[in-house]
């Protein structure tokens, strides 16, 4: 694996692959089985596979844990080259953003300001911002990206499309630990009672799926009933939230193409997840 820390260094390795299919996994790092997971299905769309490792400052909102952010390189790249990538781009801020970024992508408030962007104003803004910027210095055929970040690949989805990208986005299924916990880096910060506790959160989603596949379509109740689980086992719910899955927006009784999104803090790790009706 050829690992890039600057922009000219990746484009100049990338122009002698230019007529090969490049696919391309974004990640901020502190790698779990479930971007490795992006990592092996991208070849089965490219003959190149590139990843990313960047933890963008644009996302995080004053206050957040950027600065506490698990950084674990050297590991996440012994992770790569076991899964056969090819490149790893690794800038660091200055090669990213050698000025303040004056430019940005603006996802529409409608998608933008709902759910995770009504807890963290600017976050979408910030992703389509690095996402695109990473596009452009990449140039890749293929994009993967996992659905356990449902909102994220929406807004990404949306701007490949109406900003005229050539890039096909690939949405992968949530990877899940054995007692059904969405993986992800900030499940490293929970204690072992709090990790004990966790599947929690994918058991009560599971439940509002299964009660409006038997047909129940009162989702204000449904949505009421998960928070007040969650609460009465110690988490603080930001929102169950019943969906349509192309927009976010809430839906009528009888409408299908549904996902329900949950986010919730647990001590003081706030985990995310979603499933689909």
């Given at each position: 694996?050829?690992?890039?820390?600057?922009?000219?260094g990746l484009r100049a390795a990338l122009d002698g692959e230019r007529g090969q299919r490049i696919a391309f996994v974004p990640t901020m790092g502190n790698l779990h089985?479930?971007?490795?997971?992006?990592?092996?299905?991208?070849?089965?769309?490219?003959?190149?596979?590139?990843?990313?490792?960047?933890?963008?400052?644009?996302?995080?909102?004053?206050?957040?844990?950027?600065?506490?952010?698990?950084?674990?390189?050297?590991?996440?790249?012994?992770?790569?080259?076991?899964?056969?990538?090819?490149?790893?781009?690794?800038?660091?801020?200055?090669?990213?953003?050698?000025?303040?970024?004056?430019?940005?992508?603006?996802?529409?408030?409608?998608?933008?300001?709902?759910?995770?962007?009504?807890?963290?104003?600017?976050?979408?803004?910030?992703?389509?911002?690095?996402?695109?910027?990473?596009?452009?210095?990449?140039?890749?055929?293929?994009?993967?990206?996992?659905?356990?970040?449902?909102?994220?690949?929406?807004?990404?989805k949306n701007m490949v499309r109406e900003l005229g990208f050539s890039i096909e986005i690939i949405d992968s299924p949530t990877v899940r630990a054995d007692d059904g916990?969405?993986?992800?880096?900030?499940?490293?910060?929970?204690?072992?009672?709090?990790r004990a506790e966790a599947p929690r959160l994918a058991r009560e989603l599971t439940k509002v799926v299964t009660a409006i596949r038997a047909g129940n379509h009162d989702?204000?109740?449904?949505?009421?009933?998960?928070?007040?689980?969650?609460?009465?086992?110690?988490?603080?719910?930001?929102?169950?939230?019943?969906?349509?899955?192309?927009?976010?927006?809430?839906?009528?009784?009888?409408?299908?193409?549904?996902?329900?999104?949950?986010?919730?803090?647990?001590?003081?790790?706030?985990?995310?997840?979603?499933?689909?009706?």
């Amino acid at each position: 694996m050829q690992i890039h820390p600057t922009i000219a260094g990746l484009r100049a390795a990338l122009d002698g692959e230019r007529g090969q299919r490049i696919a391309f996994v974004p990640t901020m790092g502190n790698l779990h089985d479930g971007h490795i997971a992006l990592m092996t299905e991208a070849r089965q769309y490219a003959d190149i596979v590139v990843a990313s490792i960047f933890v963008n400052r644009l996302q995080f909102r004053p206050g957040e844990d950027f600065d506490a952010y698990p950084r674990t390189f050297q590991a996440d790249c012994d992770r790569l080259i076991a899964a056969g990538v090819d490149h790893l781009f690794a800038p660091n801020e200055q090669e990213m953003y050698p000025q303040p970024q004056q430019y940005h992508v603006e996802p529409p408030m409608s998608q933008q300001g709902v759910l995770e962007g009504e807890f963290r104003p600017g976050h979408f803004r910030g992703v389509a911002t690095v996402v695109a910027k990473l596009f452009n210095i990449v140039q890749p055929q293929v994009a993967l990206f996992g659905k356990k970040d449902f909102q994220q690949v929406m807004v990404i989805k949306n701007m490949v499309r109406e900003l005229g990208f050539s890039i096909e986005i690939i949405d992968s299924p949530t990877v899940r630990a054995d007692d059904g916990l969405a993986l992800s880096s900030r499940n490293g910060y929970l204690s072992t009672e709090e990790r004990a506790e966790a599947p929690r959160l994918a058991r009560e989603l599971t439940k509002v799926v299964t009660a409006i596949r038997a047909g129940n379509h009162d989702f204000a109740g449904l949505e009421k009933a998960a928070v007040e689980v969650l609460k009465s086992h110690g988490w603080e719910p930001d929102y169950v939230a019943i969906r349509r899955k192309s927009d976010l927006q809430s839906p009528s009784a009888h409408e299908s193409g549904l996902v329900v999104l949950a986010a919730a803090k647990l001590g003081s790790t706030r985990l995310i997840d979603n499933m689909e009706v």
